[in-house]
């Protein structure tokens, strides 16, 4: 069975500081996936990761994905308040895109 | 604009009265799916749709029926809901084969409250 986990769960930080969220997986799969919750609201993609080291970049947010280690990693940069938001995870069991598990999710908080 | 629409937003039922939470997407995507998102769980999905009259179950089909009769709709229907299925839920659509533009559109959600 395919385990996501995240870690941590429940970050606080300052504006203008960097921080990594962690997200391994227990499985081999090549696809991963974040999304992005705001309180209340629906889920927005972020990324998507197909191959071993890929890395994509917008604004202060940065994925990564390392198959070998079964590990991605979303690094911000310099946080403002807006970046205050949950923050998940998911792995693709299949190789379509089609049988995602997600991780438990990051609720990250930016202090100003 | 490009959206997922479920309806309702909001809804209480009581246990064994059956009911369906629509989806509807306008992108024209092949693959729909449902998931339920519970405290402290993350997202689990129910069943999924590859195409019409394609669908296949997901981690947590019981006690959930779907249907996909066209590309754009992909309704949730609960038989006889019960308590433990209180949660929120959403149906999401994407692209197939769209390599890295495979993003998942999400609907709005739809709270449901079985008593």
């Known amino acids: 069975e395919l385990k996501v986990e995240q870690n941590p769960l429940f970050l606080s930080m300052q504006e203008g500081k960097n921080y990594t969220i962690y997200c391994n997986y227990s499985t081999t799969s090549d696809r991963l996936y974040w999304y992005r919750q705001d309180p209340g609201k629906s889920l927005e993609s972020l990324f998507v990761l197909l191959s071993n080291g890929a890395v994509k970049q917008e604004g202060r947010l940065m994925a990564s994905l390392d198959t070998k280690a079964r590990l991605s990693t979303l690094h911000i940069t310099a946080a403002v308040h807006d970046l205050s938001a949950t923050y998940f995870c998911a792995v693709d069991k299949a190789t379509s895109g089609s049988r995602l598990t997600f991780g438990e999710g990051t609720q990250l908080t930016v202090n100003p | 604009e490009a959206q997922v629409t479920q309806n309702p937003r909001y809804l209480i039922t009581v246990t064994g009265k059956k009911l369906t939470v629509t989806c509807s997407q306008n992108m024209n995507h092949e693959y729909m799916s449902w998931y339920r998102q519970d405290p402290g769980l993350g997202l689990r999905q129910i069943y999924y749709?590859?195409?019409?009259?394609?669908?296949d179950k997901g981690d947590v089909p019981e006690g959930y029926k779907v249907s996909r009769k066209e590309k754009r709709n992909f309704p949730l229907i609960l038989e006889s809901p019960s308590p433990n299925q209180t949660s929120l839920y959403f149906c999401?659509?994407?692209?197939?084969?769209?390599?890295?533009?495979?993003?998942?559109?999400f609907g709005s959600g739809t709270q449901l409250s079985v008593l």
């Open positions: 999401a659509s994407k692209r197939q084969g769209g390599g890295t533009n495979e993003k998942l559109f």
């Open positions: 749709s590859m195409n019409v009259e394609v669908t």
